[in-house]
């Protein structure tokens, strides 16, 4: 986003406009997180603004400020597309490419609205007419605050702009311990505790909200944790079965995969979590260094990322998948074990 993108960019908001802001489909903390910190943001500025999910999200974020006004698609499917509809502005957060919204997908297609991409994920499609696209930033939170602060309004940022923003960073840095994790990432987070952001209670709110079953799950995972020494990798399964016997919800396995990776030893990690209903299984990988899971995702699961962390999916059975992924290993042999 260069200097003259900027300055269409200001004099398109100078005037009240009607906004959609739009994450991908399976929220996490970065996608809400910055979709709520833009929305505090341009509701200051005294625009319509409407925040729109694909779907629903786990629990411990459903208390960050603005959650609320958060419409979901696939519980109201033609309430959301009358404001896709009519929208004047749409900014898509956290993704860089229709399909990662689900069955928003068309709409979102379809619409004559600008749209304005904020992302940090890499190879983004051409949909965007503004584009911020930076593969080297810890999340998408931090992207916006950069943008807030690229057009000058840094001083516009609140207690509740600064808390949302807070939540994508911290998670999506995995409390500040991934590389991707810069001093300037640390400036900015000092900034928002600054204005506001209270970062023990954020921190309690994300990560200290555990329930009976979730820690069951956790058990449960950590029983099927498997290694492969030759190849410095752990993997985790979890059945549908194992799932149901501990009252699963949304958000449970959020973090599961990092237990394989914390093995003294172990470069790739991965989890394989069976989705009945969908038809798939759901992966998760996780790497240290410069072993690039986006790249092995993108060859084998359908899915992508970055460099140390990224998602996929199988429509092959639970022990096929773990099969394919097994069978692969020898092939990245060399790269993991120079790591």
């Known amino acids: 986003m ?3 993108d900027l300055t269409h960019i200001k004099h398109l908001f100078s005037t009240r406009k009607r906004i959609v802001i739009v994450a991908h489909k399976n929220p996490d903390g970065d996608a809400i997180g910055s979709s709520l910190g833009l929305f505090h943001y341009f509701k200051k500025g005294n625009h319509e603004v409407q925040v729109i999910m694909p779907n629903d999200y786990p629990e411990f974020l459903k208390w960050i400020p603005g959650n609320e006004t958060i419409l979901k ?5 033609v309430n959301c597309d009358t404001f896709i509809n009519n929208a004047d502005v749409i900014f898509t957060l956290d993704f ?10 068309e709409s979102l297609t379809k619409s004559s609205a600008l749209k304005i991409m904020i992302d940090h994920h890499q190879s983004p499609d051409a949909y965007a007419t503004y584009t911020y696209s930076d593969v080297t930033m810890s999340s998408t939170c931090e992207m916006v605050y950069n943008y807030i602060n690229m057009l000058g309004d840094e001083n516009s940022i609140d207690a509740d702009t600064a808390t949302c923003l807070y939540v994508g960073i ?3 840095t995995g409390s500040f311990r991934f590389p991707s994790t810069t001093s300037k990432t640390h400036q900015i987070i000092a900034n928002l505790i600054e204005k506001g952001a209270n970062n023990s209670q954020i921190h309690n709110n994300i990560y200290d909200t555990n329930s009976y079953e ?5 058990g449960c995972a950590l029983n099927n944790l498997k290694v492969i020494p030759q190849s ?8 549908q079965d194992e799932l149901n016997r501990y009252n699963f919800k949304k958000g449970f396995t959020e973090g599961f995969v990092n237990y394989g990776l914390s093995l003294q030893g172990i470069v790739l990690a991965a989890i394989f979590i069976e989705d009945k209903q969908e038809g798939i299984i759901k992966i998760s990988l996780r790497s240290k260094g ?12 359908n899915g992508g990322g970055h460099t140390n962390a990224a998602g996929g999916r199988s429509t092959l059975n639970l022990t ?6 097994i069978s692969i290993l020898p092939n990245y042999n060399n790269a993991l074990n120079n790591e």
Do not use: C, W
């Open 290 to 301: 410069d072993f690039s899971v986006n790249l092995m995702s993108r060859e084998h699961f």
């Open 214 to 218: 979730r820690l069951q799950l956790l």
């Open 2 to 4: 260069n200097n003259a």
């Open 320 to 325: 096929e998948t773990v099969e394919k992924f």
């Open 73 to 77: 698609y696939e519980e109201s499917p």
């Open 96 to 105: 860089n490419a229709f399909h990662r919204t689900g069955t928003m997908e």
């Open 170 to 172: 911290m998670t999506d």
């Open 232 to 239: 410095r990798t752990a993997y985790i399964t979890l059945s």
